[in-house]
């Protein structure tokens, strides 16, 4: 059974993905032929009471990424925040849906046909559990997984997703957004498999798992 944000993205996506990669085979024998963007989607939920907790390190990540790479976040009609960029030479879409995470292929689904992505072009940053809970069985698109940790004795799961950050928890996930960051920029000049390749293994902390595309 797949996720639900695979069945909410999928409608949008899946014609656009066979029409591009025909036109992907057609243009490479072309001296002229075009790169296809980037699409980075950070996963998590708008307001306030989500800010600076576990649930939202994939918008965390996004911000980061796009203020070292000076893009700007505003709002667009496809249901979140958006920005685009070049990022040595190729161009990048960040999006931050928000829509509340199980709702998010309202948002990136409508942006990747827009865009006429297929979905070796696309990368989602989420959570490990929200990973999980939206990817079941589901090796459609690239994704980046952020561990969080886990829970502290008999705590609520949900409640320890909603904690905000104390400060040795705020430096480790920092560093691991930090190295999440060079992870995208590695996708973005040698492909998700050797980002896949490298970050897997080269990592101070394992708070970062990159899964490439299964075509």
């Known amino acids: 059974m797949r996720g639900k944000l695979w069945t909410r993205l999928a409608p949008f996506i899946s014609k656009r993905h066979a029409s591009t990669s025909q036109t992907s085979l057609s243009s490479s024998s072309s001296s002229c ?3 296809n963007p980037w699409l980075f989607v950070g996963l998590g939920n708008p307001g306030e009471k989500y800010q600076c907790t576990r649930h939202n390190v994939g918008f965390d990540m996004i911000d ?3 203020q070292s790479q000076g893009i700007s976040l505003t709002r667009h009609p496809f249901k979140a925040l958006f920005g ?6 190729v161009p990048v879409l960040l999006a931050k849906p928000q829509t509340y995470m ?3 292929g309202e948002s990136v689904g409508p942006l990747a046909a827009y865009y006429k992505l297929p979905l070796n072009r ?3 940053l989420i959570r490990v559990k929200s990973l999980i809970y939206h990817f079941r069985k589901n090796r ?3 994704r980046l997984r952020i561990g969080i940790g886990r829970p502290p004795g008999q705590m609520d799961p949900k409640a320890f997703v909603l904690q905000k950050f104390n ?3 705020r430096e480790r996930i920092d560093s691991a957004i930090e190295e999440g960051v060079e992870i995208l920029k590695l996708v973005v000049t040698k492909g998700l498999t050797e980002a896949a390749r490298s970050s897997n293994v080269d990592q101070k ?11």
């Open 102 to 104: 199980n709702l998010s």
């Open 33 to 35: 032929s075009v790169i």
């Open 167 to 169: 400060k040795t928890g």
């Open 64 to 66: 980061m990424f796009a």
């Open 205 to 215: 902390y394992k708070h970062l798992t990159t899964h490439d595309m299964q075509l």
């Open 140 to 142: 459609e698109f690239g």
């Open 84 to 89: 685009e960029g070049m990022v040595e030479g």
């Open 122 to 124: 696309v990368l989602v």
